[in-house]
């Protein structure tokens, strides 16, 4: 893992031990927007999961669907990548992140695919989804029954942007799923998950994704926010031929979610590492350590040192953590800021 990338997400994984101490003694809630799974992209193991199978909000991870959809259209030859999208009113009128398209405007397939990708553009998600489903509202039906046939089951998808909607849901488990599909189902447009910055007219965006060029090997897919999800990632790292998704909902901030999946992608490749040794007595799974409990100032640093022997994550010890906790009140559906990820975003 660079240390560049750690200064920039500046608050990252912290000591073990303390973390787990603390959350010991946190009440569980019945509400709570977290969730997590960490998977083998090949073998189709589970590497960990907590509450993977819970319903949460995917924000603009609903976005990788939308791309799915489209990159099937062009694989059936029905778009091209130089197929012409316009933006109808509604498309012009969907609130931020969007690319700021007015009525008329129109832009590639390519040009769409990086603006959903970097920008997770609501305006570009809405004119894809009307122009390949006839109306947003068909176009979502289309995703929901693909997702179905991709063995999300817990799936629901209401828009093609992921804008707050009550009857828009998934697990942790299916986005898993849908990164894996998008990774296998279409390795000619991967790539363009990778993408590190997008311009149009006179405004550009940059990838939301900070991981990527930070922490080694990860190569997408998606982040995203509202007020009722939390901060969400779906992301994907491949090293020594070991390709792992590792998918985290409900981040209480931008870094905190990025410390989470940081750390769990590098408790995978430890986990493979103890696998590989002819020497290791035993074969532990992949600790499952949530960081989920408000900290007083300095309480990690304090016990920085007191990480069990061994542990996978030593060489995190005396890192501040910032935390993903628990809702501590029902999850409120709709909200101003729901919808405003650019600025949230692009200020992570």
Wanted: net charge neutral; aromatic share 6%; hydrophobic share 40%.
């Amino acid at each position: 893992m660079k240390s560049a990338g750690f200064a920039q997400v500046r608050t990252i994984i912290g000591a073990v031990a303390a973390a787990v101490a603390l959350c010991a003694a946190a009440p569980a809630m019945a509400q709570d927007r977290y969730s997590a799974i960490v998977m083998d992209a090949r073998s189709n193991e589970v590497l960990l999961e907590d509450q993977a199978d819970e319903a949460r909000y995917p924000a603009s991870l609903t976005k990788m669907m939308t791309l799915y959809m489209l990159f099937e259209a062009l694989e059936r030859g029905d778009i091209s990548m130089d197929t012409r999208f316009t933006a109808s009113r509604n498309a012009s009128r969907q609130p931020p992140s969007r690319l700021g398209l007015r009525r008329g405007d129109s832009i590639t397939t390519e040009q769409a695919v990086r603006a959903l990708v970097v920008q997770s553009a609501n305006d570009v998600a809405t004119m894809v989804a009307e122009r390949l489903g006839g109306s947003e509202s068909r176009f979502a039906a289309n995703m929901t029954a693909r997702a179905r046939e991709l063995g999300m089951r817990d799936t629901r998808f209401a828009n093609a942007s992921g804008l707050p909607d009550n009857r828009h849901r998934t697990t942790a488990r299916d986005m898993a799923t849908l990164g894996q599909a998008l990774w296998h189902d279409f390795p000619e447009y991967y790539h363009y998950f990778q993408t590190p910055s997008f311009a149009w007219r006179r405004g550009s965006g940059r990838n939301h994704n900070r991981l990527l060029g930070q922490v080694d090997g990860v190569d997408g897919i998606k982040t995203g926010y509202t007020r009722a999800s939390g901060f969400n990632l779906a992301t994907m790292a491949e090293r020594n031929g070991r390709r792992v998704i590792v998918v985290v909902l409900g981040g209480e901030t931008a870094a905190a979610r990025d410390a989470q999946v940081a750390y769990l992608i590098e408790g995978a490749y430890q986990e493979f590492a103890r696998r590989e040794d002819p020497n290791a007595a035993a074969l532990a799974s992949l600790p499952s350590r949530r960081l989920d409990v408000q900290l007083a100032p300095g309480a990690l640093n304090a016990q920085a040192n007191q990480a069990a022997p061994g542990s996978p994550y030593a060489t995190y010890q005396g890192m501040v953590v910032e935390t993903l906790s628990p809702v501590r009140a029902p999850l409120d559906p709709v909200g101003q800021g729901d919808e405003a990820e650019q600025s949230t975003e692009e200020g992570e």
